[in-house]
Antibody, heavy 116, light 107 residues
Framework: QVPLVQSGAVVKKPGASVKVSCKASGFIFTSYGISWVRQAPGQGLEWIGWISAYNGNTEYAQKLQGRVTMTTDTSTTTAYMEMRSLTSDDTAIYYC?????????WGQGTMVTVSS | EIVMTQSPATLSVSPGERVTLSCRASQDISSHLAWYQQKPGQAPRLLIYGASTRATGISARFSGSGSGTEFTLTISSLQSEDFAVYYCHQYNYWPRGTFGQGTKVEI
C-alpha cells in the first residue's frame, strides 16, 4: 500500500488554476501535517507550504502567498494544493510529503505544465 | 530566509569509495537538518533527520553529522545504487524549510 498517492499530470494555460490531490493511507492522517514541495525541470527542491491535517492550520512560502491554498478532507484522508494565476515559472513536479520526522514519506509527484 | 549551500555541486567517485557531502546554513539551525536522496524520475527519499538520525530502513553506510551551520553526509562505501542527487533541508522554523541546491554523486 503506497502511503501517498497523487493525482495525475495536467497541462494548464497561463492564468489558469490547478488543484493537485494527495491521498494518504496506512497512517493516522490527522496526526501529521502535509508539506508540498515542487521541482522545476532539471532544478532543485522548493518548499511551497504546509497544512496541519489535525486543525487545518497552514504555512505558505512568502513568494507564493496569495496564489496558493492548501486544504484537507479528513473524511477521505486527502490533502489538496491549489495554485492560481499560473505562469510558465510554475511548470514543475509537485510533491506532497508527510511532515513527520522531517519529510518522511513522499508522494510520487504530479507534473504540472503551464503552456499556451 | 535561511540559505543552504551544498558542496561540491558534482562529485565523481568509484564504487567502494568513502564519500563526504557538505551542507552549510546561513545561520544557526541547531540540529534541524535532514538529508534526502533523489534518483532520476523518483521522488526524494529521507535518509537522515535531526542531523544524525537515520530514517527507517536506511542502510548504516549512511551517516550524518554536524550542528549549528556546518553539516556532512557520509557514505562509508559507495554502492552502485547510491549514485543519485543528495539534498540537505533545514527546518529550524518547522514546518517552514529550505533546501540546498543538491550534490550529484556520479561515476
Amino acid at each position: 500500500q503506497v502511503p501517498l498517492v497523487q493525482s495525475g499530470a495536467v497541462v494548464k494555460k497561463p492564468g489558469a488554476s490547478v488543484k493537485v490531490s494527495c491521498k494518504a493511507s496506512g497512517f493516522i492522517f490527522t496526526s501529521y501535517g502535509i508539506s508540498w514541495v515542487r521541482q522545476a525541470p532539471g532544478q532543485g527542491l522548493e518548499w511551497i507550504g504546509w497544512i496541519s491535517a489535525y486543525n487545518g492550520n497552514t504555512e505558505y512560502a512568502q513568494k507564493l502567498q496569495g496564489r496558493v491554498t492548501m486544504t484537507t478532507d479528513t473524511s477521505t484522508t486527502t490533502a489538496y494544493m491549489e495554485m492560481r494565476s499560473l505562469t510558465s515559472d510554475d511548470t514543475a513536479i509537485y510533491y506532497c510529503a508527510r511532515a513527520g520526522d522531517a519529510l518522511d514519506m513522499w508522494g510520487q509527484g504530479t507534473m504540472v505544465t503551464v503552456s499556451s | 530566509e535561511i540559505v543552504m549551500t551544498q558542496s561540491p555541486a558534482t562529485l565523481s567517485v568509484s564504487p567502494g569509495e568513502r564519500v563526504t557531502l557538505s551542507c552549510r546554513a546561513s545561520q544557526d539551525i541547531s540540529s534541524h537538518l535532514a538529508w534526502y536522496q533523489q534518483k532520476p524520475g523518483q521522488a526524494p527519499r529521507l535518509l537522515i533527520y535531526g542531523a544524525s538520525t537515520r530514517a527507517t530502513g536506511i542502510s548504516a553506510r549512511f551517516s550524518g553529522s554536524g550542528s549549528g551551520t556546518e553539516f556532512t553526509l557520509t557514505i562509508s562505501s559507495l554502492q552502485s545504487e547510491d549514485f543519485a542527487v543528495y539534498y540537505c533541508h533545514q527546518y529550524n522554523y518547522w514546518p517552514r524549510g529550505t533546501f540546498g541546491q543538491g550534490t550529484k554523486v556520479e561515476i
